[in-house]
């Protein structure tokens, strides 16, 4: 099978933080309206099958086991990375599902990552952040360029990030995609009385809070309703439609409350710009008691700076190691943190859920316990949760 064309329409999902949440939301507001859907996420946190929705449901093990056989046979000699395997198999079964409409997130930059192999009618940049620099570079210019490649001639180009990096702007005009940036273009804003979209083509007011919690999903908000402003003509939405779907949207361990007394929040904060969300949002939303944190992270991240940003949240850590090729042990955690702070108070465990188990038999109610640092690690958590 040709996959080429993947669906009717076609919107592409790169960016440092809020991927995850964009797809979602898009996902949720379009089947709202009445379309069929398709999408695409990485990684998963329990399951593989996470990765690919038809009309909002997870694939099957059957499905998917399809999937990679045609991938394999179609293959040959042809060498594939595991993510392009997935991507591949992914995409099959997307475009088997004919649906109205795919929503595909990016893995790893942009300008280079397979799943820029497909032609998108709509592309969405939802910010730009330090995260992955020895591919991507040591800076946000660096950066933006990467993320940019999912830009087309003559197509909509969002970008979320209301600091908009300049290398991410000049590539859009040398690719001559038609550009909408955020708090510019477009904008959505809320107030007691409830929220407000600004688009170019739409203007809602009285929209409903949404369900995602932060001050940054917000701008994820905006990013989602933007493109769905750029596809009217094709994918017509009424507002009421779109209200509801914002209202209900939740995205697993985006500030999950998992767990009410002990507060347990499950969030897969793993690069600095996400930890300063997480921050402000523990801020917003302040607990009575002490906060306690669980981190397992991958070696190859900005350790202190993701640490630093949660240091004055923080009353005690919880570190434990992660089994994974490229996960960071505790003493690593512990010696990053003493950088910053050497009298935080801190305890090492073999393993993530080790370390949460200790957390939960200090923590009391009115506490908070904060789980982050990689999807890994809140994987590793979700089953002692349920």
Not at 123 to 148: C, N, P, Q
Request: net charge negative.
């Amino acid at each position: 099978m040709s996959l080429d064309k993947i669906a009717a329409n076609t919107i592409l999902v790169g960016g440092t933080n809020g991927k995850g949440s964009v797809v979602a939301l898009l996902e949720s507001i379009y089947l709202a309206a009445g379309y069929s859907v398709g999408s695409y996420t990485s990684p998963h946190l329990l399951r593989y099958n996470e990765r690919v929705h038809i009309n909002g449901a997870e694939v099957t093990d059957q499905q998917l086991c399809g999937a990679f056989d045609q991938v394999e046979r179609a293959r040959e000699e042809t060498q594939l990375t595991y993510f392009e395997f997935g991507t591949l198999a992914a995409a099959y079964l997307v475009k088997s599902a004919k649906p109205d409409v795919a929503i595909l997130e990016v893995g790893l930059g942009g300008r280079l990552d397979a799943v820029n192999l497909f032609d998108p009618d709509v592309a969405i940049v939802t910010g730009v952040d330090i995260d992955h620099s020895d591919w991507l570079g040591e800076d946000r210019e660096s950066i933006g360029y990467e993320k940019a490649g999912i830009f087309r001639k003559e197509k909509p180009a969002i970008c979320g990030d209301v600091d908009t990096p300049s290398s991410l702007v000049n590539t859009a005009a040398d690719l001559g995609a038609d550009l909408y940036l955020q708090g510019r273009d477009f904008a959505f804003e809320c107030n007691s009385q409830g929220c407000r979209f600004r688009g170019v083509r739409l203007e809602w007011d009285g929209l409903r809070q949404p369900a995602l919690i932060g001050q940054h999903q917000r701008l994820n908000v905006g990013s989602a309703l933007m493109a769905v402003d750029c596809l009217l003509s094709s994918l017509p939405v009424n507002q009421a439609d779109a209200a509801s779907a914002i209202a209900a949207t939740g995205v697993s361990a985006r500030f999950q409350i998992a767990r009410i007394s002990p507060e347990v929040v499950l969030d897969v904060a793993h690069n600095p710009q996400a930890t300063t969300a997480l921050a402000r949002t523990c801020g917003e939303r302040p607990v009575a008691g002490s906060t306690f944190a669980v981190v397992g992270m991958m070696r190859d991240k900005a350790i202190a700076e993701i640490l630093g940003a949660l240091t004055s949240t923080v009353d005690h850590w919880y570190f434990g190691s992660l089994p994974a090729p490229r996960g960071a042990d505790a003493a690593m955690l512990e010696d990053a943190l003493a950088g910053i702070n050497s009298k935080a108070a801190c305890d090492r465990f073999a393993d993530v859920t080790s370390a949460y188990q200790a957390a939960l038999s200090h923590a009391k109610p009115g506490d908070r316990i904060l789980v982050f640092g990689s999807f890994v690690t809140v994987g590793a958590i979700m089953p002692a949760l349920s």
